[in-house]
C-alpha cells in the first residue's frame, strides 16, 4: 500500500538533546513538507522540499533542521535551539505540481521530560 | 488578519440534519482550494478539493466564491461519523504547492 510513515509515534526530549523524526513515502512524490501543530491550531509549515538535495524554510524553520537526500526520505531534527518543541508533527508529500493536494502521515507526537 | 479564517465551532447538529459553514481567505492569487477533515488526535486527510463550479461528493458539496473570498462546506443527512474538525486549505499562489490552513471548524453530530 502506497503512503506515508512517520515515525516514532511518541517522542520525548530532554534538555539541550536533539532528536530526529522520520518521514518515509513510497507514492514518488517530488515534494515533501514537515507541520508543526499546536493544541486547538491550525498547521504551520517547518520546511519542504521540492526535489531531492534542496530544501526551503518554512514559516517557522527557526530551531529546526532538515534533509532530503532520497526522494522517499525527509527527516525533521528539532534541535536544542527550539525552545518549545512540545507539539504535534506531521510530514506530507504531493506531486510537485502547483493545485494539488497534499497527504499527511499520521504523525508523531514530541513531548519534553 | 488571517491568511484563512473559520469559525472555531462547535456547531452542534442533530443526526439527520443539514449544517453549513464558510472560510474565508486573503490571498486573491490563491488557486486551489481544498477541505480537510481531522478527528482527534490524527493527522489530517483529504475530505475534498473544491473547483470553481462547485462540487459535490456524496454527501458533502463544497462551494468556491472568488469575487468574496470564501469557500464553503455544506454537509446534509449528518451522521454521528461525521463528528470531526474541518480544516479549510488555501494555495498561496506562489510558485511551488505551499499550502495554508485555517484553524478549523469542530462539528458535533448528536443522536
Known amino acids: 500500500d502506497g503512503g506515508i510513515t512517520q515515525s516514532p509515534k511518541y517522542l520525548f526530549r530532554k534538555e539541550g538533546q536533539n532528536v530526529t523524526l522520520s518521514c518515509e513515502q513510497n507514492l514518488n512524490h517530488d515534494a515533501m513538507y514537515w507541520y508543526r501543530q499546536d493544541p486547538g491550531q491550525g498547521l504551520r509549515l517547518i520546511y519542504y522540499?521540492?526535489?531531492?538535495?534542496?530544501?526551503q524554510k518554512g514559516d517557522i524553520a527557526e530551531g529546526y533542521s532538515v534533509s532530503r537526500e532520497k526522494k522517499e526520505s525527509f527527516p525533521l531534527t528539532v534541535t536544542s535551539a527550539q525552545k518549545n518543541p512540545t507539539a504535534f508533527y506531521l510530514c506530507a508529500s504531493s506531486m510537485d505540481t502547483r493545485n494539488q493536494p497534499q497527504l499527511f502521515g499520521d504523525g508523531t507526537r514530541l513531548s519534553i521530560l | 488578519r488571517k491568511e484563512v479564517e473559520q469559525d472555531p465551532g462547535p456547531f452542534n447538529v442533530p443526526e439527520g440534519a443539514t449544517v453549513a459553514f464558510n472560510c474565508t481567505y486573503s490571498n486573491s492569487a490563491s488557486q486551489s482550494f481544498f477541505w480537510y477533515r481531522q478527528d482527534c488526535r490524527k493527522e489530517p486527510k483529504l475530505l475534498m478539493s473544491?473547483?470553481?463550479s462547485g462540487n459535490e461528493d456524496g454527501r458533502f458539496t463544497a462551494q468556491l466564491n472568488r469575487a468574496s473570498q470564501y469557500i464553503s462546506l455544506l454537509i446534509r443527512d449528518s451522521k454521528l461519523s461525521d463528528s470531526a474538525t474541518y480544516l479549510c486549505?488555501?494555495?498561496?499562489?506562489?510558485?511551488?504547492?505551499?499550502?495554508?490552513f485555517g484553524g478549523g471548524t469542530r462539528v458535533l453530530v448528536k443522536p
Open positions: 486549505v488555501v494555495n498561496r499562489g506562489a510558485a511551488g504547492n505551499k499550502l495554508t
Open positions: 473544491v473547483y470553481s
Open positions: 522540499s521540492q526535489i531531492v538535495n534542496d530544501f
